[in-house]
């Protein structure tokens, strides 16, 4: 099913009228947010939307997956958003880490740094 709009050049389209659970107003405000002078046909909020959605969906889904029958952890979707092709969430959602290897990782930046000092004296 598709309604008739008119889209920003003054053509008349067909929209289709996919039920999204994200109201496409919200869709609007977070894409005017990246860009304010963003001039896109409603068919592209649509497809927003519904990957907006997909995108949730598969997330739980998998998150559910790792977390068996327990409640789906923080851990579960962090594991999920860097098992997965999700480069931009990964530092919204850091995989835990222990101290031990907090202070591993430190030292080893440390002496990369430390070697590149070295070369730079040459």
């Known amino acids: 099913m598709a309604i008739c709009t008119k889209d920003y050049h003054g053509i008349w389209a067909a929209t289709p009228t996919i039920a999204s659970e994200i109201p496409l107003d919200y869709v609007k405000s977070r894409v005017k947010i990246v860009k304010d002078d963003l001039l896109a046909e409603e068919e592209a909020f649509v497809a927003i939307s519904k990957a907006a959605e997909t995108f949730l969906r598969n997330l739980a889904r998998e998150s559910s997956n790792l977390a068996g029958n327990e409640p789906i952890s923080y851990d579960d979707i962090a ?3 860097h098992k997965l092709p999700f480069h931009e ?3 919204f959602l850091p995989q835990r880490m ?3 290897a907090v ?3 430190l030292q080893a930046l440390q002496e990369n740094r430390d070697e590149n000092d070295e070369d730079d004296d040459d």
Do not use: F, I
């Open 79 to 81: 594991n999920v958003v």
């Open 89 to 91: 969430l990964r530092e």
């Open 98 to 100: 222990t101290y031990e």
């Open 103 to 105: 202070q591993r990782r």
